[in-house]
């Protein structure tokens, strides 16, 4: 499980906000950059608070590996395989209609084109999952 300190900042029906620093378990993630661009920076999270924590709380906060395991392939392979897909059957057709000379920018314009909807359908599936408790940090419990 990953797992982060903070201090809550805001609490709203079984939900709460907490601040976070940059910790020495950030140091080690791919994504470190695009979450966290300097070292003791704040973030700001909303989390599940099941223990019913207070403003100005210590908690320790977490997220099942899982999850984390699976946004990043959604957010990183996805987008690639789709792009690949896109490329490979549009150079295939372009081919098939003995375009053998403009085939590699055919490739390049069917993967532009098959990755609009794949951000659009990321998109959705993003807006179903952000309601499901399971892919959202918890409060683990009060320090």
Same mark, same amino acid.
């Given at each position: ?7 809550? @900042? ?6 709460? =906000?907490?601040? *976070? ?19 003791? *920076?704040?973030? @700001? ?5 099941? /223990?019913?924590? =207070? ?5 320790? $906060? ?7 395991? =699976? ?8 987008? $690639? ?6 490329? @490979?059957?549009? =150079? ?7 375009? *053998? ?6 490739? /390049? ?8 909807? *794949?951000? @659009? ?23």
């Amino acid at each position: 499980m990953i797992e982060e300190e903070g201090v809550v @900042i805001q609490t709203f029906d079984d939900k709460a =906000k907490v601040r *976070t620093i940059r910790s020495s378990a950030c140091e080690g993630c791919a994504s470190e950059s695009f979450c966290h661009p300097e070292k003791g *920076t704040e973030m @700001i999270m909303e989390v599940v608070n099941n /223990i019913h924590a =207070k403003v100005g709380e210590r908690v320790k $906060i977490g997220l099942k590996p899982g999850v984390y395991l =699976k946004a990043s392939f959604l957010v990183y392979m996805v987008p $690639i395989i789709a792009f690949i897909l896109g490329a @490979i059957i549009a =150079k295939e057709f372009a081919v098939s209609l003995s375009y *053998t000379k403009n085939s590699d920018l055919w490739a /390049i314009i069917g993967g532009v084109i098959i990755l609009i909807p *794949t951000f @659009i359908l990321m998109r959705l599936y993003n807006k179903k999952i952000e309601k499901d408790r399971s892919y959202q940090p918890v409060i683990l419990e009060v320090m």
